[in-house]
Nanobody, 121 residues
Framework: QVQLVESGGGLVQAGGSLRLSCTTS??????????AAWFRQAPGKEREFVSS????????NYAESVKGRFAISRDNAKNTVYLQMNSLKPEDTSVYYC????????????WGQGTQVTVSS
């Protein structure tokens, strides 16, 4: 079973930036060839899609709420997926999860444990 590990969350003021990272636990599984995505879940709300990227990085998708502020990327050599978050807003406060899928838009089959992002006003 593939386990993903997120890092980079924290507390930031509105307008600030954070970069989340996601890699595999133990680094024995390669993310090469798989799509990756970020989701988030705020207290009392359902988990929602944030962004996705195909295996090569040539296809990137964003939720409307983060378009223009967030950027997803990946470094297959480092087995890591990133989410650069700029111009953060209080409504971005959530637990952020990374996930792997066979392709963009398909159901994820591996998840991380999540990293908390809190944006203060």
């Amino acid at each position: 079973q593939v386990q993903l590990v997120e890092s980079g969350g924290g507390l930031v003021q509105a307008g600030g930036s954070l970069r989340l990272s996601c890699t595999t636990s133990g680094r024995t599984f390669s993310i090469y060839g798989y799509a990756a995505a970020w989701f988030r879940q705020a207290p009392g709300k359902e988990r929602e899609f944030v962004s996705s990227i195909n295996w090569s990085g040539s296809n990137r998708n964003y939720a409307e709420s983060v378009k223009g502020r967030f950027a997803i990327s990946r470094d297959n050599a480092k087995n890591t997926v990133y989410l650069q978050m700029n111009s953060l807003k209080p409504e971005d406060t959530s637990v952020y999860y990374c996930a792997l899928a066979d392709r963009v838009g398909s159901a994820p089959w591996a998840w991380g444990q999540g990293t908390q992002v809190t944006v203060s006003s």
